[in-house]
């Protein structure tokens, strides 16, 4: 199948970040602490590939730019893989002690014993259904269920955002403006979901 021009841009763009991130690190490019600047950069990326994932169909609905419904699953996925690579490199970063090896106990209580962990491994949990399914094979096996499960999206966002605030200990200006992005994107869906309720629009996710 032809890529559309919309379509190159986001592969290129997304891979060639990562591209320049992992460079960066081999390269001891990411100054004093690689580690915790590579977690931090990774789940940045997630959050903002989410938003604009969520921006496609509000895009296609008020201004008719059809085109960035080929990218939304893409956009998606990624957004999954970003957030699978902060998952990864956050477990490392506090199970891994030098000298001794992996400790599981760390993990656990750097997961499950700080708020901002666990809403964002609850947002990525509910992420995984999701990418998992985002195929066409899956959209014909699940029919009018696909919808519902895919509308789990909302949640992630919500707690993703969460994750981000209680994350940021000093000056939330800056998750402050990105998590008001994510708000505004569900609030503009609303009125796309009320009609899809009713049967005058199709609204997917």
């Not at 014993?113 to 990525?124: P, Q, T």
């Amino acid at each position: 199948m032809k890529l559309t021009k919309l379509q190159w841009a986001v592969h290129l763009g997304v891979l060639l970040s990562l591209a320049w991130l992992t460079a960066a690190f081999f390269t001891r490019r990411l100054g004093a602490n690689p580690i915790r600047e590579l977690t931090l950069r990774t789940g940045l990326a997630a959050f903002v590939l989410l938003g604009l994932s969520l921006a496609c169909t509000p895009l296609n609905a008020y201004l008719k730019w059809r085109s960035v419904m080929r990218v939304r699953r893409a956009l998606g996925l990624y957004a999954f893989l970003y957030a699978s690579l902060h998952l990864a490199i956050f477990v490392y970063d506090n199970g891994w002690i030098a000298g001794e090896g992996f400790d599981a106990t760390f993990v656990y209580q750097a997961l499950f014993e700080k708020r901002y962990a666990l809403a964002g491994l609850s947002a990525y949990v509910i992420l995984i259904p999701l990418a998992v399914t985002s195929t066409s094979g899956w959209l014909r096996r699940l029919g009018p269920r696909w919808q519902a499960v895919h509308r789990l999206v909302y949640a992630a966002a919500l707690l993703a955002s969460l994750h981000f605030i209680w994350l940021t200990k000093v000056d939330l200006s800056r998750p402050l403006i990105y998590v008001a992005a994510i708000v505004a994107l569900l609030l503009m869906r609303l009125p796309l979901l009320l009609q899809a309720r009713h049967g005058r629009q199709d609204i997917r996710a």
